[in-house]
């Protein structure tokens, strides 16, 4: 079998595996923020951390599998193409980082708040705008290099304008709710 084929088909399974879990996440936590008791809220943000935790494996085998075929085609590290694909690949990782930190906190307080209770009355969660707008913009950022992948353009400037129009695109999706939200550190509002 051609080791170039199955690379590219891990490169698609990575792009496939990667948007499942972008629509798991993007439901539990829509269940999460509508969920009634502590509990649920706790149970849905596990489910979303536990899904959430392909991305980086998802990102690792896209650098991999990509790296694989430039070499076999003897594309140069410095096309356009190449370069808007790694500096996707870095963003999404720094982006991915900060949502997971930021998760992990709120799952503790989530602990914390269940142990007094699990049937107590879900909390108001009012998350930082970096938490509401970076799901929406990773999925701009992420189509536009997809769109870059397939169109290869070699020239630089244009293929990081695709990039960065995606992220714009992405960041005006994002929730309209997120304009509201103060950029202040996750807090609990009693209801």
């Known amino acids: ?57 998802c990102l690792v085998v ?9 070499s076999v085609a003897h594309v140069k590290p410095s096309t356009g ?21 930021k998760g992990a906190a709120l799952k503790t307080m989530l602990e914390q708040l269940t142990a ?11 998350p930082p705008a970096a938490v509401v707008l970076l799901p929406t913009i990773n999925t701009g ?7 870059v992948m397939v169109t290869k353009p070699t020239s630089i400037p244009i293929a990081l304008g695709i990039v960065a129009l995606g992220i714009v695109l992405g960041f005006f999706a994002a929730p309209k709710r997120a304009a509201s939200v103060a950029a202040q550190p996750m807090s609990v509002q009693e209801s």
């Open 116 to 126: 007094k209770g699990a049937d107590q009355p879900a909390p108001k969660l009012v």
């Open 141 to 147: 950022l992420a189509l536009a290099v997809a769109y």
């Open 1 to 57: 079998m051609d080791t170039y084929l199955l690379a590219k088909f891990f490169h698609l399974l990575a792009l496939i595996v990667a948007a499942g879990v972008t629509a798991v996440t993007k439901l539990a936590a829509g269940r999460r923020d509508r969920a009634r008791t502590v509990g649920e809220v706790l149970e849905w943000h596990g489910a979303l951390l536990s899904a959430a935790r392909l991305f980086p494996l």
């Open 81 to 101: 193409f190449v370069v808007a694909g790694m500096l996707g690949v870095v963003l999404l990782l720094a982006s991915g980082t900060f949502l997971g930190i």
């Open 62 to 70: 896209f650098a991999v599998t990509g790296g694989y075929m430039l």
